[in-house]
């Protein structure tokens, strides 16, 4: 039989698998708006991460009760402490992914943007959510850890590229052209989005290594 503390840990740890699992769903619907120029499918994906911050406020409750009234042991420990920051991150990803859907749902509208922008964002998103995805599946423990983690910075480390080409880009044609769009600068300032997902992921990523095998606290 486990004990209060197990039974706690066991379920603090589904509830984030939940919160991950909803993310990972509403990042392939905005994926698929993307590719059909459909601003509907970011509308449902921002309606499904509508009662995100209440899911996350409920099991950092869970997990600063468990710190409080069950005595964990060190492993316990190092675990509801890296859950209450994994918390953290996955609600700024997902602050990142409603930020983008609602740009992008203004961007899509212009008629420079099918001719300019959307590989570099198809490329760009789809980096970054396989990064968002790679991170999220370490919390459930199928994936490997140290493979998994490699995964998660060869993506994100692509999105940095594909972001800096795109950003060289549009300077360098803000130099040429003196009725240079202000459209131009306001979808960098939506891919920057995409970027801060992926940095976000390394840092869940990062504290799940940490939650598992323990060792330095490292999370910059």
């Given amino acids: 039989m486990l004990s209060r503390n197990e039974e706690k840990l066991d379920k603090i740890r589904g509830d984030i698998e939940k919160f991950g699992s909803v993310i990972i769903q509403s990042g392939e619907i905005i994926f698929e708006g993307l590719k059909k ?14 009662n995100i911050e209440t899911n996350a406020n409920a099991i950092d409750n869970d997990i600063i ?13 190092r675990e509801l402490v890296s859950y209450l920051k994994i918390t953290n991150e996955l609600v700024r990803i997902t602050d990142n992914i409603r930020g983008f859907a609602k740009n992008m ?22 980096s970054s959510i396989s990064a968002v995805t790679a991170a999220i599946g370490m919390i459930n423990g199928k994936d490997d850890g140290e493979n998994a983690y490699r995964k ?4 994100e480390s692509k999105s940095d590229d ?17 009725d240079f769009s202000a459209s131009h600068i306001q979808i ?13 992921s390394v840092a869940v990523a990062k504290l799940v ?4 095998s323990g060792g330095e606290f490292k999370l910059y």
């Fill in 37 to 50: 120029f459909d601003a509907r499918e970011f509308e449902n994906a921002k309606n499904m991460l509508k």
């Fill in 65 to 77: 009760t468990s710190l409080a009234l069950f005595g964990a042991e060190a492993k316990d420990l």
């Fill in 105 to 126: 749902a203004i961007h899509i509208s212009d008629e420079w943007y099918s001719h300019i922008f959307k590989e570099y964002a198809l490329q760009l998103y789809k």
């Fill in 152 to 155: 998660v910075k060869v993506e």
């Fill in 162 to 178: 594909l972001y800096a080409i795109l950003e060289k880009n549009i300077l360098s044609a803000l130099g040429r052209e003196l």
């Fill in 188 to 200: 960098l300032s939506t891919m920057r989005k995409l970027e801060k997902m992926a940095d976000r």
């Fill in 209 to 212: 290594l940490y939650a598992k």
